[in-house]
């Protein structure tokens, strides 16, 4: 039934707190989620004070000067920091988005970092996405056509064809979107999310592709589709400024349109 | 380490979970019918309030003269069908996202008979009206 409160396991205690370096002038507030599977603690909030002039200007600087020169337990995905591989997506000061991409002075007082919402969580900022990427999988993200494409060179696309895919080739993947959908909050083992829905929407809108029907038809369900209720978060926290809510209604009114 | 591992219910795939029991094959009837029921509405309700105000400080027998008239008892009843079904299909939704496991279906079963006994109470209530305030004619 409705849960109004978190499981008593998961609500969150006060933890260490890590003191500037002597000396420092330009000190912020990192205050940064806590929570290892290898004890049996509740979650804690760990506060490390870092001066700014001796780090990069990126949240994601912060939190790799933290594991190098603070506490090397602190754990967190991270890879290219450039906005571009989407592991380091985690929730900062309220918002999910990419730590890499996250300039540190657009955020007003403590720099509050958590993992990404209401998925399982592996390790502090590290959140489990396997169900997510099996639901990716579940929409078959790949080329399906029965027509042999020409022997000697790739399949072609007009430039208006090809210009439908722009908004979605650009997804990377991070679940920024999905994770910060109510809808998938509460139906996230049935609702397939905003991002894998805008994957899902990148198939059918492609010219090459010749399974849109077989897609259409997998979709058409009211928990894997039609549980978006229009909350739009994914589009207002896209790091990448796509807009997957929009990928969802194109589906729904092609739906409609082989319907009537 | 537990002594003792801890049990696991469920080991099926994260991929056979995410396929579930695959696409039902029904939402965008439910979805459409919210839209085209949401739009008739505000014409619907925008007469209803005009008329109210207009029979406003009316005695009894004006107002069963009024109910008596054809295209009233039309809007009225097409206002109070419009309206619950598209309660139900909203209370739907708010029972799909707040309402799991074996409460899920009695609790959509309820939606349905409530809102559908509400309508009839009131479509019988206008034919109620209409009925006799053609008799007093």
């Not at chain 1, 603070?70 to 890879?79: A, E, G």
């Not at chain 1, 399949?155 to 999905?178: N, P, Y």
């Not at chain 2, 039309?74 to 909203?90: D, K, N, R, S, V």
């Amino acid at each position: 039934m409705v849960e109004l409160r978190l499981p008593r396991n998961s609500t969150i205690g006060k933890g260490k707190t890590f003191p500037a370096p002597a000396g420092a002038k330009n000190v912020r507030t990192f205050r940064i989620y806590r929570w290892t599977p290898d004890d049996d603690k509740n979650p804690v909030i760990d506060s490390y004070e870092l001066d700014l002039d001796t780090i990069g200007p990126m949240v994601l600087d912060a939190i790799i000067h933290i594991k190098n020169e603070v506490d090397p337990t602190l754990t967190f995905r991270r890879s290219c920091r450039e906005g571009i591989c989407g592991s380091c997506a985690m929730n900062i000061d309220g918002e999910n988005t990419l730590a890499c991409l996250k300039p540190i002075k657009d955020i007003k007082g403590d720099v509050r970092i958590y993992p990404l919402p209401h998925m399982p969580i592996v390790k502090d900022l590290v959140s489990n996405l396997d169900g997510a990427y099996a639901q990716l999988r579940s929409i078959q993200p790949w080329m399906q056509s029965d027509s042999a494409p020409p022997p000697d060179s790739e399949r072609r696309q007009s430039v208006e064809e090809r210009a439908k895919l722009d908004g979605m080739w650009e997804c990377i993947l991070c679940f920024c979107c999905t994770t910060s959908c109510p809808s998938y909050w509460w139906n996230g083992d049935k609702y397939l999310g905003p991002a894998v829905l805008l994957a899902a929407y990148r198939w059918v809108a492609d010219s090459r592709d010749e399974h849109t029907g077989d897609r259409l038809d997998a979709l058409e369900d009211t928990f894997k589709l039609y549980a978006c209720r229009t909350i739009m978060n994914c589009t207002q926290t896209c790091p990448k400024g796509l807009n997957p809510a929009k990928a969802i209604g194109r589906l729904k009114e092609l739906q409609l349109e082989r319907k009537i | 380490m537990n002594a003792s591992a801890p049990h696991i219910e469920v080991m099926r795939s994260q991929l056979g979970r995410a396929r579930g029991l695959g696409a039902g094959h029904s939402g965008v009837g439910h979805w459409w019918a919210e839209r085209v029921t949401a739009a008739s509405l505000l014409p619907l309700s925008t007469w209803f309030v005009v008329q109210m105000f207009r029979l406003g400080g009316a005695d009894h027998a004006e107002v069963v003269k009024w109910g008596s008239k054809p295209v009233n008892a039309t809007m009225l009843i097409a206002l109070i069908i419009t309206t619950f079904y598209h309660a139900q299909l909203g209370l739907q939704v708010i029972v799909d996202d707040y309402v799991h496991g074996k409460a899920h279906l009695p609790t959509r079963l309820l939606v349905k008979i409530g809102t559908s006994l509400l309508g009839l109470l009131g479509v019988i209530a206008v034919i109620k009206l209409f009925v006799r305030g053609s008799a007093a004619k």
